[in-house]
């Protein structure tokens, strides 16, 4: 449960206007307590069940209701489970990498991953593609694990920018280069469902390492990116 400091700070921040819908990002690893895993995912599912149980009981609404008297443990449910379940390295998908026997030696590009995530600044959905691009320095990896890599760190509450790098950075871990590029194109529900309300509006951001971060690289990545 919440320390007296932290719900001081929640109560402040409350009053403090200025904060508006400005998305803050912070370091590359998302922020987590040290402590996150002393109580099992079941746990967890419990005690979220009953708070937010508690928020909709706030909001007035009538928990003895049919329709409404599951929905606080479909949410902890759907949080632990689904949605957030990138947040426990548990459930990191495994890697098996192959030797490049075809001497494959150009780009390869995984375009078009759809991923759901969702915003931590407002915990409503960012729907998007993802386009991954490697130049294999020895090993290649399974194409499908590709669509994993970003569905893990999408399963988070993510600021667009971290989880492009993450992204980025478990490829170069794993792949063993420095050569990868992320381009992500998303759409974010807290801007278009609600705030400004623009629903045309989307977020692209990149990442270009190693041999990709030259003007020519990024224009024949492009390229691919639009040829179907
Ligand atoms: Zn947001």
Not at 51 to 59: D, P, R, S, T, Y
Request: negative net charge; hydrophobic residues 35%.
């Amino acid at each position: 449960m919440l320390s007296t400091l932290i719900k001081e700070n929640i109560l402040n921040n409350l009053s403090e206007k200025e904060i508006g819908d400005d998305h803050i990002s912070t370091g590359l690893e998302t922020p987590m307590r040290k402590d996150a895993f002393n109580i099992s995912d079941q746990e967890k599912k419990e005690q979220i069940a009953v708070l937010f149980g508690e928020i909709m009981n706030v909001m007035g609404l009538d928990l003895t209701d049919d329709s409404l008297k599951g929905t606080p443990n479909r949410v902890a449910k759907m949080y632990i489970d689904e949605i957030f379940s990138g947040l426990n390295p548990e459930n990191k998908p495994k890697i098996a990498l192959f030797d490049n026997k075809y001497r494959y030696n150009q780009m390869l590009v995984e375009k078009n991953i759809t991923f759901y995530s969702n915003c931590e600044h407002h915990f409503v959905p960012i729907i998007g593609k993802a386009h991954l691009a490697y130049i294999s320095s020895g090993k290649v990896i399974g194409l499908s694990k590709l669509n994993r890599i970003v569905e893990y760190y999408a399963k988070r509450p993510q600021v667009q920018e971290r989880l492009t790098n993450q992204i980025a950075n478990e490829l170069k871990e794993i792949l063993n280069t420095e050569d990868i590029a992320v381009i992500i194109d998303a759409k974010h529900l807290c801007v278009s469902s609600r705030g400004v309300k623009d629903d045309t509006s989307a977020t692209v951001t990149t990442y270009y390492g190693g041999a990709f971060n030259t003007p020519d690289k990024i224009r024949e990545l492009q390229s691919y990116l639009t040829v179907y």
